[in-house]
């Protein structure tokens, strides 16, 4: 089982490091897509700092607070599109009849498919995240978490990624619904949850689950409690174990498109 694992983490490490030695080749728009990331997502800084020149308090959050949410949204966003590119891209795999050549290789499907792309706008996202929290949070210990906190956030995102694209095995367009709930995910992640009331607030913290991905992360940032971390980690296993379910189930119903493009 160990080596199982050693072995799949061996071969993600290793497509990743090719992907992005791919994207490398051009190096003048390798840097450049990542430093106008980086600066795409600064410019929000400033709609906050004004935000908060009118009022003191956003949500319950603190404009340092907000920022580190921010910071956060991006770092977990940037992650899972480095690592796991392919899984915001699944439902045209599936549609289309794209995962034929995936089937035929010796390795774990879900994870060929998901690893086999990467983003290079989004290391400017990973950047970005752990320039803020050293601006705005710094300490070793919230380094450490913040770490931690992006790993089982982009985790988080693309098991969710992964289970809503697995819905186009059943659904026509699937990639509509599938497209639409990341895109929520995503973008609600950047204001504080405080904001939100009633039903939204219930629907943030279970069927899209934006408060395990990063609110509650954040708060275990500001203020550290182990057992609120122990919760974030399970809930982390605990969905990448129902995304490789649904996957699997969906794919007994796959109909291949006999297109066998090769991959190295």
């Not at 034929?100 to 983003?119: A, Y």
Request: proline letters at 2%; glycine letters at 8%; aromatic letters at 12%.
């Amino acid at each position: 089982m160990l080596t199982e694992v050693k072995n799949q983490l061996k071969v993600m490490v290793l497509s990743v490091k090719y992907n992005i030695m791919r994207e490398m080749t051009n190096q003048v728009t390798f840097v450049t897509n990542i430093l106008f990331m980086m600066l795409n997502n600064a410019i929000f800084i400033v709609q906050w700092l004004l935000l908060f020149h009118l009022r003191d308090n956003i949500g319950g959050y603190k404009v340092g607070d907000v920022l580190v949410l921010w910071g956060l949204a991006a770092s977990t966003f940037g992650f899972a599109n480095i690592f796991f590119r392919k899984a915001f891209d699944l439902p045209d795999l599936i549609m289309n009849g794209k995962l034929d050549s995936f089937l035929v290789q010796p390795k774990n499907v879900l994870l060929g498919v998901i690893i086999s792309g990467t983003s290079t706008s989004a290391i400017g996202d990973l950047l970005y995240g752990f320039v803020i929290l050293c601006v705005f949070k710094f300490s070793i210990l919230n380094v450490i978490l913040f770490t931690v906190l992006t790993i089982s956030g982009g985790i988080i995102l693309t098991s969710f990624a992964v289970i809503t694209g697995s819905l186009s095995f059943w659904i026509v367009k699937g990639d509509l619904l599938s497209g639409n709930l990341i895109g929520v995910m995503i973008n609600m992640s950047t204001y504080p949850d405080g904001i939100f009331k009633g039903v939204v607030r219930l629907m943030l913290y279970s069927v899209i689950p934006i408060g395990l991905t990063v609110y509650l992360p954040v708060k275990i940032i500001i203020h550290f409690q182990f057992k609120q971390l122990l919760m974030v980690l399970a809930f982390a296993v605990g969905i990448i174990c129902l995304a490789y379910y649904i996957f699997y189930k969906g794919l007994r119903r796959y109909s291949s498109s006999n297109l066998m493009s090769a991959r190295v």
